[in-house]
């Protein structure tokens, strides 16, 4: 049982950065799905992005202004946010699974606010 701990968000002005970690119990070498969610208040939980070995896919809001990535040794998924608009406000989930359709893991969230 893999256990995802999210952090690093907060509140941050309009254009600031925030950079979210996810931090797994165990080792992340096997797992080849490594996603960031997010729900709003209000709103379904969306995709906002997702690391497969071969690509990566950014929902539309975010594409050029959010990045993922991963550190094996560290066994911790990252979502570096740019540019940030009041409209990401949300809560943002970790999610990992060993291959698509398989098993997945969630972290409990951590919440982002974009407000002046």
């Known amino acids: 049982q893999v256990q995802l701990v999210e952090s690093g968000g907060g509140l941050v002005q309009p254009g600031g950065s925030l950079r979210l970690s996810c931090a797994a119990s165990?080792?992340?070498?096997?797992?080849?799905?490594m996603g960031w969610y997010r729900q709003a208040p209000g709103k379904e939980r969306e995709l906002v992005a997702r690391?497969?070995?071969?690509?990566?896919h950014y929902a539309d809001s975010v594409k050029g202004r959010f990045t993922i990535s991963r550190d094996n040794a560290k066994n911790t998924v990252y979502l570096q946010m740019n540019s940030l608009k009041p409209e990401d406000t949300a809560f943002y989930y970790c999610?990992?699974?060993?291959?698509?359709?398989?098993?997945?893991?969630w972290g409990k969230g951590t919440l982002v606010t974009v407000s002046s």
């Open positions: 165990g080792s992340i070498f096997n797992f080849n799905v």
């Open positions: 999610n990992m699974a060993r291959v698509l359709g398989a098993k997945d893991y």
């Open positions: 690391l497969l070995p071969s690509s990566i």
